[in-house]
């Protein structure tokens, strides 16, 4: 029955499991502090005194129940809003309780919101400072009369009979000795009952870094042995179409960045071997002229490739771009989206069966279901960092060696995910823009302001550039969203007339052409604004044009932000960024604004973003097994990441195949732990 609801409420399925559920934090029973000492600045305590009074007090909503508490030095208020009837069975005016809990300042009272508490027995007498472990409960086990305290008795019963054998080292024992690493068994022990808070913390510090050193060893394993075993096509020369693009069509030099990339790309698809690389580029870094290039190399050794981008506005666009700068050149490039007609759809997927295409832009999910190709050599995903494992898997059954693949981040992430999230890929970092471009000015506007914005968008217009107005996709209602921007089109309508200015819209509503039909119009520059929802922020390039307004800013994620304002300061004119809000935006939406407004460094971005959100909200992340750390946190223990990271890959590249007598533990335990966490599907 117990051991039913630990499973249910816990994730407790065995005593490793029970082990591996390390206390929140450890109380040490001999430091109780007065009342009175409590001071605004107090952040948590630890309390001793007798219950003199408790009451239910509000209505239904507000219902809270408030009690008091009394030592020698003063009194302190204590306060739930939720499972009140519980507590209050178990509340006995007259009895002394052991109070922890977070302090506040309620009506210039000292007060604990839902308190831990217990029943208060003295320390005992000269006993030394015993620190008890706090283990995670829920209501439901504490309502059975399972709290933290009866875990913490299962824990000591367990330790009681635990060898060190049983908590076998899985570290190599000389990287113990040069971190200084506590051992794995000392590890447990003072993980649960330490015996001072130094050794809590280093029980800490190694438990945190065996998380991330396992992970690494795993992921830096899955990497080798792809890189070893899976063959892939050589691109063995660089030829004609590449140079030719090069040298005469290119209309730029490509920068020092954008160079150094290729010439990664170029060195993993030599050697024969099969290339997965992660290119992570900011905003306007230029990674499409890469990715062309990166093409051109697969043409000139015979082999087709493919594009596929997130939505059929940006396929389309790539598709334009790389055709008109191919225009002299013969290679045969198809569009394909979910839009293509049928007719030409035939033409298509005929053409890559008998190689007379040899570049096809599409749509993910239409090159991922339709398409077989004669010969795939290079896949490159587009603006998306949430290409898996199996989708990528899906994309070898097209050809007999599996392709090349090349997935291109839509904004930068930061690099301890990277690390985890992607650690089986390779990487590049195309952290440099092109020459000339000027950073884009970035401002916080409410609403009340808005009058001055339309001034100011005018007189851009006049100057010839043109203007985006975006506003939020509302998750919950596609119908609210829909209204919000036809507002909102009505509303710029009437600050910028027609015929005078010519507006474009464009939203998930519209038929596919309709929506090309207008994008296409304001990439002309037939007209001067767009007003559209979130379908823009991916990838589009309209260089003349120099504002972006953000309606209800609030309402965007830092990336989406990001990849927002990426649409201006394409060209070389000076852009703007306009974030306007209603006045009424959480802390977060705040922190967001004012760090949009301090930098356009996606990298620095993508940090902030990551230390506001966590890891469990990245987009794309959630799902990842690297990143289910328990002790560890990729935003807090960066430099152990760090570590973790170095040390793995050098004991990898040195022992592939974990052969060495002094990594057999470590291999044991890797093996013992394969069926527990599906890592073995990776690759
Ligand atoms: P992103 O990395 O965001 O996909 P794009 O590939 O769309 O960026 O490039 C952004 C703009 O910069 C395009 O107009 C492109 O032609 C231009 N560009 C790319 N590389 C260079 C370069 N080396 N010098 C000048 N302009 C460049
Ligand atoms: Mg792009």
């Not at 117990?2 to 029970?18: G, H, M, Q, V, Y």
């Not at 086990?141 to 367990?158: D, E, P, S, Y």
């Not at 040069?178 to 809590?200: C, D, I, T």
Request: proline share 5%; glycine share 8%.
């Amino acid at each position: 029955m117990r051991a039913d609801l630990l499973k249910k409420e816990l994730n407790i399925f065995s005593f490793r499991d029970l082990l591996e559920l390390f206390p929140n934090r450890h109380i040490d029973k001999t430091q109780v502090s007065p009342i009175r000492s409590i001071t605004p600045q107090t952040d948590y305590v630890q309390v001793a005194g007798t219950l003199i009074s408790y009451d239910t007090i509000g209505d239904k909503r507000n219902r809270r129940l408030v009690a008091q508490l009394r030592d020698k030095s003063g009194v302190l208020e204590l306060a739930w809003f939720q499972g009140i009837n519980w507590v209050t069975k178990n509340l006995n005016i007259g009895s002394d309780y052991l109070v922890f809990g977070r302090t506040g300042f309620f009506n210039g009272k000292p007060q604990i919101v839902h308190p831990e508490m217990e029943p208060y027995v003295p320390a005992m007498a000269g006993g030394k400072a015993f620190l008890e472990p706090v283990y995670p409960s829920t209501e439901k086990l504490k309502a059975r009369g399972l709290n933290g305290r009866q875990l913490a008795k299962f824990t000591q019963a367990l330790f009681t009979q635990l060898q060190p054998r049983d908590i076998a080292e899985n570290i190599p024992q000389p990287l113990i000795d040069k971190l200084g690493l506590m051992n794995r068994y000392e590890a447990w022990r003072n993980m649960h009952f330490p015996v001072s808070p130094q050794a809590y913390e280093a029980a800490l510090k190694r438990c945190k870094f065996e998380e991330l050193f396992i992970a690494q060893v795993r992921l830096n394993l899955v990497r080798l042995q792809r890189n070893k075993m899976s063959r892939g096509v050589a691109f063995e020369k660089v030829g004609e179409l590449f140079n030719t693009l090069y040298s005469k069509y290119l209309p730029f030099e490509l920068t020092g960045a954008q160079k150094r990339v290729l010439k990664e790309i170029r060195s993993d698809t030599g050697r024969g071997h099969q290339m997965n690389r992660l290119l992570q580029g900011d905003v306007g870094s230029g990674k499409t002229i890469v990715a062309l290039l990166s093409m051109l190399l697969a043409a000139d050794n015979g082999y087709q490739s493919c594009i596929m981008a997130p939505t059929e506005i940006l396929a389309q666009q790539h598709y334009n771009s790389i055709s008109e700068l191919l225009k002299e050149m013969p290679v045969e490039v198809a569009l394909l989206t979910g839009s293509t007609r049928t007719a030409e759809r035939k033409r298509i997927l005929q053409g890559l069966l008998d190689d007379t295409i040899h570049f096809v832009i599409g749509t993910h999910a239409v090159i991922e279901d339709t398409v077989q190709f004669r010969n795939l050599g290079l896949v490159i995903v587009d603006e998306q960092h949430r290409f898996g494992v199996a989708q990528r898997a899906r994309l070898w059954e097209k050809a007999e060696l599996p392709p090349h693949v090349l997935v291109m981040t839509a904004t930068p992430i930061p690099r301890t995910l990277a690390m985890t999230a992607y650690g089986d890929l390779d990487y590049s970092i195309m952290d440099e823009l092109p020459p000339g471009r000027q950073p884009v000015a970035t401002v916080h506007r409410y609403e009340t302001a808005r009058a001055g914005v339309m001034d100011f968008v005018r007189t851009e217009i006049e100057k010839g550039r043109q203007a985006y107005f975006i506003y939020p996709l509302i998750e919950e209602s596609e119908k609210l969203s829909y209204e919000d921007l036809m507002q909102g089109y009505e509303q710029v309508k009437s600050f910028f007339p027609e015929p005078k200015y010519r507006i474009s819209m464009v939203h998930g509503r519209q038929p596919a052409e309709q929506k090309e039909t207008n994008m296409e119009r304001f990439v002309k520059g037939d007209t001067h604004i767009m007003v559209s929802t979130t379908v823009i922020e991916v990838g589009v390039n309209v260089p003349n044009a120099s504002v972006m307004v953000i309606e209800s800013a609030e309402k965007f994620g830092l990336s989406q932000l990001h990849q927002l304002r990426g649409r201006v300061g394409r060209g070389s004119e000076k852009s703007f960024c306009i974030l306007l809000t209603g006045g009424k935006a959480s802390k977060e939406a705040r922190e967001r604004i004012k760090i949009m407004c301090a930098t356009n460094d996606g990298f620095v971005i993508a940090e902030k973003d990551l230390e506001i959100r966590g890891p469990g909200d990245i987009e794309g992340t959630r799902q990842s097994g690297a990143l289910n750390f328990k002790v560890a946190s990729i935003v807090n223990d960066k430099g152990l990441l760090e570590l973790a990271r170095t040390e793995a890959e050098s004991l990898v590249n040195e022992d592939t195949e974990l052969k060495m007598a002094i990594n057999s533990p470590l291999k044991e335990f890797l093996q013992s732990q394969k069926h527990r966490n599906g890592w073995s599907k990776i690759s």
